[in-house]
């Protein structure tokens, strides 16, 4: 089996990168835009740890070793900072998923979280569990779950099918703050029409940045811009190329 030399060249490309904008956030930092979904998110979670309400934050219904694990793995990096911000209310967050991987993840990062925020005292193993091990199943234990542990804030960042429609519903009917984003485009329409505040297109991967501006999340994100950017040069440059009859 050959190597993949693309794949390598691409992969040290983002690490160099990664290493340029770490050392340059020493003494710059980044401007991003807005995104309006993670300016509410933040009042929101303020009014619900005032309130003692609790906020639910779903990973979705992928598996760790499946293809669509990329969303989740970035539901992680958001919950990190919201289970640190509401590690001290009278309710902390609650985690759920569809996968039992996934579950423990959630339940370390949670254990990290609220190691940082002095109160690990404070945390329980049960806050992050795995509801049911099919799309629909997983589903339909959430609003039992809404009703029964009062929450106000309902956070979707994950892998989602169809299923995610019914997932940000329920939280509408419970009058939560709904907040919902995946990176599969079916999905993502069927989550602008049901959710209040959806994530479009890569923005479920900027949540930790946006959350909670570290240098590490910050440099990650510009990475990301500039690693698109020269995807598009590259595509433009084919294009380019192929027009004017070089083979490649």
Request: include cysteine; charge should be negative.
């Amino acid at each position: 089996m050959g190597l993949d030399f693309l794949g390598l060249t691409v992969l040290a490309l983002m690490i160099i990168l990664l290493v340029i904008y770490l050392a340059m956030g020493k003494r710059q930092a980044p401007i991003f835009r807005e995104i309006p979904a993670f300016e509410a998110l933040k009042g929101a979670i303020e009014r619900a740890v005032e309130a003692g309400e609790r906020v639910h934050f779903s990973l979705g219904t992928g598996s760790v070793i499946g293809t669509d694990v990329a969303p989740a793995l970035a539901g992680l990096a958001t919950l990190a900072e919201i289970a640190r911000v509401t590690s001290l209310s009278d309710r902390p967050a609650v985690v759920t998923t569809g996968d039992g991987a996934m579950a423990i993840l959630a339940q370390d990062t949670l254990r990290s979280a609220y190691t940082q925020a002095g109160a690990l005292d404070r945390y329980r193993p049960i806050a992050a569990r795995m509801l049911g091990p099919t799309p629909f199943s997983y589903v339909a234990s959430l609003p039992t779950l809404l009703s029964s542990e009062d929450v106000s804030v309902h956070i979707l960042l994950g892998a989602f099918g169809a299923e995610g429609a019914l997932a940000a519903d329920f939280g509408e009917r419970q009058n939560c703050f709904v907040m919902a984003g995946t990176d599969d485009v079916q999905s993502q329409a069927l989550l602008y029409a049901t959710a209040a505040h959806p994530l479009i297109g890569e923005e479920i991967f900027a949540g930790g940045a946006y959350l909670r501006r570290d240098r590490a999340h910050l440099a990650s994100l510009r990475v990301q811009d500039a690693m698109r950017l020269i995807l598009i040069l590259g595509i433009l440059l084919g294009a380019l190329l192929g027009l004017l009859g070089v083979d490649l």
